[in-house]
T-cell receptor, first 114, second 115 residues
C-alpha cells in the first residue's frame, strides 16, 4: 500500500535557527498537507497544497508540493520555543475538492532550545 | 465555528468491554473521517462518511469496530470486546465538499486505554 517516508524523525535546534523537513512517497499524491500536533491533542492544519510545484507560505512556514507529486517539504524560519511539537505530512490521492483518506508520515519531532 | 469536538477525551476500560465514542463535526461539514493513532506513529485511516453514507473502510476496521452517522451530522465509533491492542488515540476529522478545496480539520481525539 501507499507509504510516506518523513525525515528527519527528530530535530534538536537552537532558537532562531531555520528548520527543514520533507516527505517522500512511493505513489503519486494530488494533495499534500502539513499538520502540527501537540501532546494529547489532535493535529492542527498548517499548510495545504493542491497543485504540483505549488509553493505556499503561512507566516514563518513555507511548504512546497514537489513537481513529481511524490514529495513535499516544510521549512520553518527563525524557530521559536512554541514551534516545539510533532510535525506530520499527509498525502491524498484525491484532487483539491475530492474527499478521501489521508496517508500520514511518521512525524518529525521538533525540539527548540531557547 | 466551534471546531470538531469529540467525547469523551479519555476512556479507560477493561478488556472485553464495549466502548463508544462520539464525534461532532464542524457544522455544515458533510464529510467525516475516523483515524487511529498509536504512540510514535502518524494517524491511520479507519473509515469515511459523506453525509450518512459510509464510503470507505480500512482493513484496520475489524468486525469488532462499527461506525455510524445516522443523520449525517454527528458520528459514533463503537468497539466491541475491546483488546489491549485497541489502546490508542481515536481521532475524528471533518471537511466539506461545498468549498473550493477539501481540507480535513481534526478534533482533539479520544484517548482509549484498555487494561
Amino acid at each position: 500500500g501507499q507509504q510516506l517516508n518523513q525525515s528527519p524523525q527528530s530535530m534538536f535546534i537552537q532558537e532562531g535557527e531555520d528548520v527543514s523537513m520533507n516527505c517522500t512517497s512511493s505513489s503519486i499524491f494530488n494533495t499534500w498537507l502539513w499538520y502540527k500536533q501537540d501532546p494529547g491533542e489532535g493535529p492542527v492544519l498548517l499548510i495545504a497544497l493542491y497543485k504540483a510545484g505549488e509553493l505556499t507560505s503561512n507566516g514563518r512556514l513555507t511548504a512546497q508540493f514537489g513537481i513529481t507529486r511524490k514529495d513535499s517539504f516544510l521549512n520553518i524560519s527563525a524557530s521559536i520555543p512554541s514551534d516545539v511539537g510533532i510535525y506530520f505530512c499527509a498525502g491524498r490521492s484525491g484532487t483539491y475538492n475530492q474527499g478521501g483518506k489521508l496517508i500520514f508520515g511518521q512525524g518529525t519531532e521538533l525540539s527548540v532550545k531557547p | 465555528d466551534t471546531g470538531v469536538s469529540q467525547d469523551p477525551r479519555h476512556k479507560i476500560t477493561k478488556r472485553g468491554q464495549n466502548v463508544t465514542f462520539r464525534c461532532d463535526p464542524i457544522s455544515e461539514h458533510n464529510r467525516l473521517y475516523w483515524y487511529r493513532q498509536t504512540l510514535g506513529q502518524g494517524p491511520e485511516f479507519l473509515t469515511y462518511f459523506q453525509n450518512e453514507a459510509q464510503l470507505e473502510k480500512s482493513r484496520l476496521l475489524s468486525d469488532r469496530f462499527s461506525a455510524e452517522r445516522p443523520k449525517g451530522s454527528f458520528s459514533t465509533l463503537e468497539i466491541q470486546r475491546t483488546e489491549q491492542g485497541d489502546s490508542a488515540m481515536y481521532l475524528c476529522a471533518s471537511s466539506t465538499s461545498g468549498g473550493s478545496t477539501d481540507t480535513q480539520y481534526f478534533g482533539p481525539g479520544t484517548r482509549l486505554t484498555v487494561l
